[in-house]
C-alpha cells in the first residue's frame, strides 16, 4: 500500500503568517491527492483534491501544489478557525490511504 | 445540503458483529459510490470499505477484509456496514461518506462510535 506521510506533525504559526504543510508519497500517485481539514470533535472537512484544485467554498487563501509524490498544502494567511489537523489521501491506488495529520496550532 | 447521519455504533464484546447505518439524504444517492472511513480515538484517519453505486463493487482494506460487508440500499438512500468478529483493534469512530471523483471524499457524517472490549 502507499503510505502517505506528512511534515511536521505540528506547525505552531501565528494569525496571518504562511503556513506549509507536506505531504509525500511512498510511490508516485501523479496528481491523485486530496486534503481535508478537521478540527477537534468534528468530521473531517474536504478542502482540495487533484493536488491544487480546491472544493466548493474553500477560501482562496488556501493552496495547493504537487505531483508524483511530494504535495504541499498552503495557508496563505491564517485565520483563527484555520487551527486544526490537516490529513492528505491519495486516491491513485487501492486501498486509498491517508498521511497521519499535521496539526497547526496557535503560536 | 447533504446529510450524511450515522448509527449503529456501541460497545460490544471481542468476537461479537455489530451492522452500522448511514442514512443520506440531498444528494441523488444512487449516483455515487459510498465509503466508509474510521478514527481511532486520538489517531488518524483510516479507509475502511468502499462501494459503487449499484453495489457492483466492493473494496476492503486488508485489515478488515473478511469480517466486514459493506452495502447499500438505494431505494432507502442508506448505507450499511456489517462488523463481525470484532477486534479492539477495531475501536474507532466511524465516518460514513460520500465519494467524488476518484475516491476522495467531499462530504462526511458525524460518525458513530464503535467500542470493541470486554
Known amino acids: 500500500e502507499i503510505v502517505m506521510t506528512q511534515s511536521p506533525a505540528t506547525l505552531s504559526v501565528s494569525p496571518g503568517e504562511r503556513a506549509t504543510l507536506s505531504c509525500r508519497a511512498s510511490?508516485?500517485?501523479?496528481?491523485?491527492v486530496a486534503w481535508y481539514q478537521q478540527k477537534r470533535g468534528q468530521a473531517p472537512r474536504f478542502l482540495m483534491y487533484?493536488?491544487?484544485n480546491r472544493a466548493t467554498g474553500i477560501p482562496a487563501r488556501f493552496s495547493g501544489s504537487g505531483s508524483g509524490t511530494e504535495f504541499t498544502l498552503t495557508i496563505s494567511s491564517l485565520q483563527s478557525e484555520d487551527f486544526a489537523v490537516y490529513f492528505c489521501?491519495?486516491?491513485?491506488?487501492?486501498?486509498?490511504?491517508f498521511g497521519q495529520g499535521t496539526k497547526v496550532e496557535i503560536k | 445540503e447533504v446529510q450524511l447521519v450515522e448509527s449503529g455504533g456501541a460497545l460490544v464484546q471481542p468476537g461479537r458483529s455489530l451492522r452500522l447505518s448511514c442514512a443520506a439524504s440531498?444528494?441523488?444517492?444512487?449516483?455515487?459510490?459510498m465509503h466508509w472511513v474510521r478514527q481511532a480515538p486520538g489517531k488518524g484517519l483510516e479507509w475502511v470499505s468502499g462501494?459503487?453505486?449499484?453495489?457492483?463493487?466492493?473494496v476492503y482494506a486488508d485489515s478488515v477484509k473478511g469480517r466486514f460487508t459493506i452495502s447499500r440500499d438505494n431505494a432507502k438512500s442508506s448505507l450499511y456496514l456489517e462488523m463481525e468478529s470484532l477486534r479492539a483493534e477495531d475501536t474507532a469512530l466511524y465516518f460514513c461518506?460520500?465519494?467524488?471523483?476518484?475516491?476522495?471524499?467531499?462530504?462526511w457524517g458525524q460518525g458513530t462510535l464503535v467500542t470493541v472490549s470486554s
Open positions: 440531498g444528494f441523488t444517492f444512487d449516483d455515487y459510490a
Open positions: 487533484g493536488g491544487s
Open positions: 489521501q491519495q486516491y491513485n491506488q487501492w486501498p486509498r490511504t
Open positions: 510511490q508516485s500517485v501523479s496528481s491523485n
Open positions: 462501494i459503487t453505486w449499484n453495489s457492483a463493487g466492493q
Open positions: 461518506a460520500k465519494a467524488a471523483g476518484d475516491s476522495y471524499f467531499d462530504y
